[in-house]
């Protein structure tokens, strides 16, 4: 039997590589590593990597294995799944992983400008009803800009037809650099084998969904600091399944 998440709780409280700042906390105590992650935790200068929206935490505690020269953070508000991939990540001895539980609304408090080199976004709440809580919206682009250093590459991983044709069509109304883009991750030749490293991990649910015949999407782009940002004006057909343990929020066939 699994610990619940009382007990997950507990052993958080003493992680040394969880901080854990919701946003009830942090409105009062301000996040005094923000700005300098590098010097009090990682002790080194190496470049930094989040993913936003990281559940369980696998995908960012096997990329830090991967990429031992490189810093990764998992973000998420959900403090019981966070606890398996922190817990991993202490067992293993994985020095260049940190799990931050805090709302992702707020995620520019905890970081300065240019302390971000990347950030990955691995199958999130495609949000159709209101564009504003897309992680891939301009109103997050925006927040992002605050602290990923000029050009800095974002990476979508994703289930939902809705989210991918939204996320491309944002790209392509602000004019941000493409640097890949695949309908069909798992069945794309074009991908060489360094990148085929990276895109293999699987998430939990990610296993879940390929076993129902989902097909998984994947695309990369820079964000330049400088421009407007404007939202894509277009109608979108609404995802025509359920995601895992997910209800379908709207009667709409459509959605900008």
């Avoid at 067992?91 to 080199?117: P, Y």
Wanted: glycine share 6%.
């Amino acid at each position: 039997m699994g610990k619940g998440k009382l007990a997950k709780f507990a052993d958080m409280a003493s992680y040394e590589n969880v901080f854990q700042y919701p946003y009830s906390v942090v409105e009062h105590v301000p996040f005094e590593m923000q700005g300098h992650w590098r010097e009090q935790y990682f002790h080194n200068g190496n470049p930094i990597v989040l993913e936003l929206g990281c559940g369980k935490g696998e995908y960012t505690v096997e990329l830090a294995k991967l990429y031992p020269d490189v810093n990764f953070i998992g973000v998420d508000i959900k403090g019981a799944r966070m606890w398996t991939g922190a817990t991993q990540a202490l067992h293993e001895g994985l020095k260049n992983v940190a799990f931050l539980r805090t709302n992702i609304e707020i995620i520019e408090r905890f970081f300065s400008e240019d302390e971000v080199q990347e950030i990955w976004l691995t199958f999130s709440d495609p949000q159709m009803k209101n564009p504003r809580k897309r992680l891939t919206s301009t109103y997050f682009m925006e927040r992002y800009r605050k602290f990923l250093i000029d050009g800095g590459i974002i990476h979508l991983k994703t289930d939902s037809n809705f989210l991918f044709t939204y996320t491309t069509l944002m790209t392509e109304k602000n004019s941000l650099p493409l640097l890949y883009r695949t309908e069909d991750l798992y069945h794309d030749e074009r991908i060489d084998e360094a990148t085929k490293s990276i895109l293999s991990i699987q998430t939990y649910y990610e296993s879940m969904w390929i076993a129902r015949g989902l097909n998984i999407k994947y695309m990369k782009w820079q964000l330049p600091r400088e421009g407007t940002l404007e939202e894509p004006d277009v109608e979108i057909e609404l995802d025509d399944y359920r995601s895992y343990h997910r209800s379908k929020r709207s009667s709409l066939d459509k959605a900008k």
